[in-house]
């Protein structure tokens, strides 16, 4: 049986890549992931597990800070990726939100919506019509089209990106962290809009979060990354149950929170002494 809003197509495939930035650093070390289409996929971890180095991979924005695919493939609908320029990636329907909000500030919020469509041959008419497609998942944004985006709370300016990012009509958006900074009902706000994009729009998404919690309750599959590598991985359903996830991603214990790994060997170790 196929899960609700998934179906067996992939579009994304990134097969055992490894990253090194600055000719040095080895920081991620063998990913591989697999994006269906008309799926959410949540790359989940903690900070500098390389959820961010992992989405500039496969949208090309490596080199700008000096990263570089040393091992490892990534292909799109089959198509090997890793040699486009980002806006090539973009015209194959690939996009991808920076974390961090990224908007231009001095520009209105209907200004920097409309520089998502700089890519688009579709004229006029189909790109006003998207610009109200957008509106209806963001009425918030149709309030303040007129605002200068740097005047906007974090909230606005999260949704901005994400608008901006659908106006270029992306089959993928890689969405990095929206709920970084954000107070909890806007961070349940964003991913109901975002589940509502997946299924009205059909749009895919390979999200990236820290926090696990939510990112579980709206995805349909996940990776847990740690260190560069990925630790576990499953339908969102089930790793929501896994016991693991729950102690130490979920926060359902006392504990506090320590490496999945260390656990693991901790296991290991206690099954070799009984
Ligand atoms: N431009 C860079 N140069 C050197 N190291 C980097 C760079 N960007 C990220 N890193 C390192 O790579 C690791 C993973 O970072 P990142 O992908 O941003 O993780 P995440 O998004 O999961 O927080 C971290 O240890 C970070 O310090
Ligand atoms: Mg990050």
Redesign the pocket.
Known sequence: MLDAGRTQETLLEVNNIEVI??HV?L?LKGVSLTVPKGGITALL?G????????LKAISNLLRS???EVTKGTIHYRGERVQDLSPSDLVKKGVIQVM?GRHCFEHLTVEENLMTGAYTRTDGKAAIAADLEMVYTYFPRLKERRKSQAGYTSGGEQQMTAIGRALMSRPETVLLDEPSMGLAPQLVEQIFEIVKSVNENEGVTFLL?EQNTNVALRYAHYGYI?ESGRIVMDGPAADLRENPDVKEFYLGMSDTGRKSFRDVRSYRRRKRWLS
């Open positions: 930035y600055n650093i920081v971890g900070n500098g597990a390389g959820k961010t180095t992992t800070e000096r990263g974390e990236a990354l």
